[in-house]
């Protein structure tokens, strides 16, 4: 985990990334058209308000767009004990032998060894149950690994997409419905695994993607499959005493060559999404192709790949507020934020978006 921050212009505590936001302007439910929501635009000397379908016109031939392609995985599930008391699991990851490691929410943890009894989806026979191994990954985890079962012998990913429910992040009052299963998952998502929709890639609808094809622009996919704790508020005003979740990413060699193919030819590289900056900056920091990754990116991170970021409004005192004000400059990106708020952008995972510019790209006029 980074827990220094050079190059910082001065030290940043947690209070610095608070701000007050109208509850009415947390988006409940999508635009009605992926490419309809509103984008923010910072390319320009001032914020330019504009429509995300009008995206082509401020890319170049050249660019290259790298989206993250994980699917998420219908993770939440309803249960009760033995003794009748109510539950719910958030499963974070399968593990495989059917075993998974999930948040559990309860009264009072059962004792391991504990089968419980689980909700199945209506007109369904299935005997859905989870039986508790422990802790995962070892006795101070914060997740529990349990076996996911039924007598037929399904395993985890046909259980969840039978009986699951789209874990919709806290914010979101309603139940998921249909319409979540549709509009909270990207139009590409391929590798199941996320419990968090990559949310800047929701923008997105196929007639988007032909029409940024048809200009020149290159397309690339990542996978980061998102966890819970990108809602996990952090609890430190010291950000260097943050302990920063773990996440599995992989970087597929083609998207590798494309990226060295991009630098080639002096075109940009458009991060879609926080989870594809992770991504792409956890692999140039480290080497490390596929695996999990902890970074923690923060005002003074030095970008080694990024060149711009597309990506929705986020949370007060959020890791993701550190990160865009890392990457295009914690008072530049306050002022965008009180703009967004006046002209009453919508906020959070069904929200509005924005384009931003590298600060160093910005700066030096070369965007």
């Known amino acids: 985990m980074l827990t220094s921050f050079p190059g910082a212009t001065r030290a940043f505590t947690l209070s610095d990334f608070d701000f007050v936001l109208p509850e009415a302007l947390i988006a409940q439910h999508p635009a009605p058209e992926r490419s309809g929501s509103r984008l923010l635009d910072d390319a ?8 995300f379908r009008e ?3 401020l890319l170049n031939p050249g660019d290259l767009l790298v989206f993250n392609d994980t699917k998420v995985i219908k993770a939440r599930l309803f249960g009760e004990k033995p003794t009748g008391g109510k539950l719910e699991l958030l499963i974070e990851r399968v593990l495989g032998g059917n075993q998974v490691a999930a948040h559990m929410r309860v009264s009072k943890k059962p004792e391991v060894g504990t089968t419980l009894a689980l909700t199945g989806a209506p007109g369904t026979h299935d005997k859905l149950r989870a039986t508790l191994l422990g802790r995962w990954p070892d006795a101070d985890g914060a997740l529990f690994r349990f076996v996911l079962s039924n007598d037929a012998g399904d395993d985890p990913h046909t259980l969840m997409e039978r009986h699951g429910h789209v874990p919709l992040p806290p914010y979101i009052t309603h139940t998921d419905s249909a319409e979540d299963a549709a509009r909270y998952q990207t139009v590409f998502a391929k590798n199941p695994g996320a ?11 196929n007639a988007l993607l032909a029409a940024i094809d048809a200009i020149g622009v290159q397309r690339a996919h990542v996978t980061l499959h998102v966890g819970a704790g990108t809602f996990q508020p952090v609890k430190t005003e010291n950000l260097a005493e943050h302990q920063m979740h773990s996440e599995w990413y992989d970087v597929p060699l083609a998207t590798q060559q494309a990226i060295v193919d991009c630098r080639a030819r002096g075109g940009r590289i458009v991060a879609v999404g926080t989870t594809t900056v992770r991504t792409l900056e956890a692999w140039a920091q480290t080497g490390q192709v596929t695996g999990d990754t902890h970074i923690f990116i923060t005002p003074g991170f030095n970008f080694q790949l990024v060149d711009l970021l597309i990506t929705n409004f986020h949370l007060p005192k959020s890791t993701l507020m550190m990160l865009v004000s890392a990457f295009a400059g914690y008072e530049h990106i306050m002022a965008l934020y009180a703009h967004a708020i006046h002209e009453q952008y919508r906020f959070f995972s069904y929200g509005d978006s924005m384009l931003l510019t590298r ?6 006029g070369k965007s």
């Open 44 to 51: 320009n000397t001032t914020p330019t308000d504009r429509i």
């Open 55 to 57: 995206l082509p016109s």
């Open 195 to 205: 419990v968090a929709a990559p949310t800047a890639a929701l923008h997105f609808d």
């Open 359 to 364: 600060q160093q790209v910005r700066v030096s």
